[in-house]
């Protein structure tokens, strides 16, 4: 029987590879956190994900962070597009939307008597957030041995960030190697009502450029297809 | 024009004091956050004490814990009652609860460009949750100012967790020094549907001691009364 993990899954790219990785070691509980999205599309890719991928378990869990406002992926602010260059942290950052997901999976991850989270972070092509840094991730994964009775009893906690260090490409190239379905996932911040990606948001345009740079189409619907 | 700040408030006797001892200082803007407890009786009293105690605003954040399971206080394990030795952690433990109160709290502040966060912690006359102690507050401060674009941008963080050496006795002392109303707050794990507090969990031992040994009654409606 393999020790149990908890996968923070939003149905995208990264999050997808990680299950994959994931599922290698250990018998996973997937977790998506709903905290509100302007679409539901992204929590029925993370139920294809999640189903395809064999997850023992796939919870949903609300929070609702577009009552305290703050970002274009939660408020009526615009989703920029067809940005070139992508400095500084944009208006698609959420606040604390890493620290509220692992927060939870931590206690999820405490029912279960799971001592191994998974996140799909990654500090490379990124957006320029501050919560998918290497050292945010260590100083979570000290509080999270702090924080809860599992821990306090001598269980040791632990936060894997498997691509973190990697590009989009080697991300995309390790999950075809353990034959990742990137067609039904969706890493697009403003998809359209049938599910489309934008093909125009960083999201997109980080995705799309990885996928040409190995001479593949994205397999993912977009809205321009 | 007082600085911001976010004051985690569940209507209990100890956020109750911190929200009055946090409006000396700061303008208050109060969250709660209702992570599925079994009672809607708290949230009622959060809502009295943030309108007596004039806090600017007072946001309602639902997170549903109970999805999660582990805890007395949002599944149908029964909370433990007439506990006269209070050794190790009980089953009123919620997994990781302050972690997401704390990261919702973090969220909440950074959209109102908030640098001070406050928490009715306390590490003395506890039951003995790790997510009440020094070091773990500590440890949730070094998270915050690697979490946000607010600390990346130069702020500085603070987790004020001004209870955390005090006694309930002090607390209260504290309390009434500053004018705080104790018969609007409520501390009760398992209240009655009509609001009263039960006596007899945990929570209801510690708070009605304490006011014995001020010589007070607990201004609080009891079941018993």
Redesign the interface.
């Known amino acids: 029987m393999s020790p149990r993990a908890v996968v923070l899954l939003s149905g995208g790219l990264d999050s997808t590879t990680v299950l994959a990785i994931a599922s290698r070691e250990f018998d996973c509980f997937a977790l998506t956190v709903a905290y509100g999205q302007r679409h539901a599309i992204e929590i029925d890719a993370a139920r294809r994900v999640a189903a395809e991928m064999q997850a023992r378990e796939h ?1 949903v ?5 577009s ?4 970002s274009a992926l939660t408020d009526s602010i615009e989703v920029p597009k067809d940005r070139s260059e992508m400095a500084g ?1 944009p208006v698609t ?8 997901m ?3 999976a ?3 991850a ?2 279960l008597q799971a001592d191994d989270i998974f996140v799909g972070v990654n500090a490379v092509d990124y957006s320029g957030y ?2 998918c ?1 290497p ?2 991730v260590d ?2 994964e ?3 041995n ?4 599992r ?2 009893e001598g269980h040791r906690i632990a936060i894997h960030a498997p691509l973190i260090r990697l590009t989009k490409v080697e991300i995309i190239r390790r999950g075809l190697e353990m034959g990742v379905d990137y067609g039904i996932t969706r890493s697009c911040y403003d998809p359209n009502p049938r599910g489309q990606a934008c093909g125009r948001c960083d999201s997109c345009l980080i995705r799309k450029r990885a996928f040409a740079e190995l001479g593949m189409a994205d397999p993912a619907p977009y809205a321009d297809d």
Chains 1, 2 share one sequence.
């Open positions: 919870k869990v609300s929070v609702d962070l009552s305290i406002g703050g942290i950052y959420v606040p604390a939307r890493n620290t509220v692992l927060a939870i931590l206690g999820y405490e029912t501050p919560d840094r050292e945010f100083a979570f000290s509080l999270a702090l924080a809860t009775k821990a306090v």
